[in-house]
């Protein structure tokens, strides 16, 4: 197996990524490839270990896998305020090209996303049908708008606990509704991310998904995605089943 | 200003794989580099991207910036030999990361030819940094955000600070006029200690005014963690300034005032020229709040351009010991 961090191009922007190859690689393609999207601010770097073992136990399964940040996440170019549901889905679908590229004997990939990278796995798959062969969502995002309300709440509790004070909730919302940006861990949530968050549904993106899907819901695993007591490094409930489920080869 | 990526083998083997920011010079022959590292476990980023923030001051003055995802940690190879957060704290807090540290010293000296290095970040990031500073000449400065400075390894429960005493207070004080808080109350099953301990903290809050400036800070002194002093002071005896920063609302700010700073104040009015301490106003531990970051950075390039120049920080970056109590501070005035 290898592993090989690069940074790759959309327009004049830059992403970050991680090529993970299986090993043997030399004597023939792949058997498939694999794109991780991954989830939204702080959930992404909660559960950034979790795909860096994903990773490595599809390569080691005989998976290409492209694991990479989003524009506005991580290592890649762009603000996080300046990023949006639409720029993911954009990010993905350019993270598929560059690993065909790279694997020039594959000719359509895997998307894999966990929660809010459940959805944009799914616009990419929607928006791309040629390219997508399967779609696994990991503890996909029911409704953006309850997901939204959960984050507010978590911080506002974090921060409590902290400082004592925080604002209310209902406050930060009627910001958002009055086109003002506000901060929620550090992060900008923009009225742009607010409103695309409200529109967003899982069902009607299962129904339209081009492919056949897998979804698991994230109570087979501890919250490796919020902080907890321990620092999760594998999802292997998740893990167990998508490798199942692709093993058994998928129509 | 240009970004790569760095994979360097550390000691035992695994690949560090690090971001390497460089100002658009390009970073040979530059007089230090910047190293960012895991602030616990959130990865060479840190919460928020703050370190991809936190870049800009330094690379504006020719200083290249490397931010480190430990091994085990982020992208790179290794495991934790233990994976619950106290674990990767208390290993942390013990200098678990430091041949990582080093590692990236040697690939700065050996690729890019800089010998001097500006190390730390948020949180455990500057408990590595200090670490390095008592094994490695080649640490010239230390660059802290939110500094732990509670020792954890004992395992035992550290005493509160003065500001965890008055949250405690503010969330009793809510009770009062809960029918549910006195049933509590009467049934023997409330921590009296603690609220003997809130009202005794009260009353004394009440006469700042006879708190002695560098007086020994009593209990929460004991929870200090010890390389805390022996890294910093190795730094500063060695004549290496360092620049320690705190967010406002930041819990551990009362824990460095009240466990370094009251017990070693005497000892640190000696280093006053190299220590610079500085809080930014209404923010969080890990500058969360809109403008925090714009006010570290502009500390950092105060406290940078004393550096560069060889000045004493302390004419850019005043400080004085925090008197026992006091709630609130101010960043030194723009």
Redesign the interface.
């Known amino acids: 197996m290898s592993?090989t961090?690069?940074?790759f191009e959309l327009g004049d922007e830059?992403l970050?990524g991680?090529h993970h190859r299986p090993a043997g690689c030399s004597d023939g393609p792949p058997r498939r490839g694999v794109v991780l999207c991954h989830a939204l601010?702080?959930e992404k770097?909660w559960s950034?270990?979790v795909y860096?073992s994903l990773a490595r136990e599809l390569a080691r399964e005989g998976f290409a896998v492209l694991r990479f940040d989003c524009r506005g996440?991580?290592?890649s170019d762009r603000d996080?305020e300046d990023a949006t549901l639409a720029s993911r889905v954009e990010d993905a679908l350019r993270a598929a090209a560059v690993l065909l590229e790279r694997e020039p004997g594959l000719r359509r990939c895997i998307f894999l996303g966990h929660r809010l990278g459940a959805a944009v796995a799914a616009r990419a798959a929607r928006q791309a049908p040629q390219l997508a062969e399967a779609l696994i969502a990991w503890d996909p995002l029911e409704s953006g708008s309850v997901y939204l309300m959960q984050w507010l709440r978590s911080a506002l509790a974090s921060?409590m606990v902290?400082?004592?004070r925080a604002p209310n909730r209902a406050l930060l919302v009627k910001a958002l509704e009055e086109g003002r940006t506000v901060?929620v861990?550090?992060?900008?949530v923009t009225p742009r991310l607010y409103r695309e968050l409200a529109e967003l549904h899982w069902a009607p993106l299962v129904q339209a998904a081009p492919c056949p899907v897998l979804a698991i819901e994230g109570a087979c695993e501890p919250p490796f995605w919020r902080?907890?007591?321990?620092?999760?490094?594998r999802a292997p409930a998740m893990t167990e089943r998508s490798l199942q489920w692709l093993r058994a080869g998928v129509q | 200003m240009s970004s790569s990526v760095v994979s360097l083998r550390n000691s035992r083997g695994h690949a560090v794989h690090c971001i390497l920011e460089e100002p658009a010079a390009g970073a040979a022959g530059a007089r230090f580099a910047a190293l960012l590292l895991c602030s616990g476990v959130k990865t060479r980023v840190a919460p928020h991207r703050l370190y991809r923030k936190l870049a800009g001051p330094f690379l504006a003055r020719g200083i290249p910036v490397l931010r480190v995802d430990f091994a085990g940690l982020g992208d790179s190879e290794g495991e934790w030999p233990d994976t619950s957060l106290d674990a990767i704290y208390g290993l942390t807090e013990r200098g678990h990361c430091v041949d990582d540290v080093r590692s990236a010293f040697d690939w700065l000296e050996a690729r890019r030819g800089i010998r001097r290095f500006i190390a730390g970040g948020l949180c455990g990031a500057a408990v590595t940094a200090l670490h390095v500073a008592t094994r490695d000449p080649r640490l010239a400065a230390l660059y802290a955000i939110g500094l732990p400075a509670t020792y954890l390894g004992s395992g035992a429960k550290p005493e509160l600070t003065s500001h965890e005493l008055r949250l405690h207070r503010m969330r009793y004080l809510r009770k009062l006029l809960a029918p549910s808080a006195w049933l509590r109350f009467l049934s023997m099953k409330s921590d009296y200690r603690l609220m003997l301990r809130m009202a005794g903290e009260a009353l004394r809050l009440r006469k700042p005014a006879k708190a002695a400036p560098g007086a020994a800070a009593g209990g929460a002194a004991r929870d200090l963690n010890p390389y805390v002093p022996l890294g910093l002071f190795a730094m500063l005896a060695s004549g290496c300034p360092a620049l320690v920063m705190f967010g406002e609302d930041d819990p551990l700010r009362y824990g460095f005032e009240e466990r370094f700073m009251q017990a070693h104040g005497s000892a640190l009015e000696q280093h006053k020229a190299l220590f610079s301490y500085a809080v930014v106003a209404g923010a969080n531990h890990i500058l969360g709040e809109p403008g925090a970051v714009s006010e570290a950075n502009r500390l950092t390039a105060l406290w940078l351009d004393a550096l560069l120049a060889e000045k004493p920080a302390s004419s850019v970056l005043g400080w004085s010991l925090p008197a026992r109590g006091a709630p609130r501070r101010r960043s030194p005035a723009a």
């Open positions: 592993e961090p690069f940074f830059r970050y991680v601010a702080e770097l950034h270990r860096v996440e991580g290592d996080f921060q902290a400082t004592g901060p861990d550090g992060y900008g902080q907890t007591q321990r620092m999760h490094m």
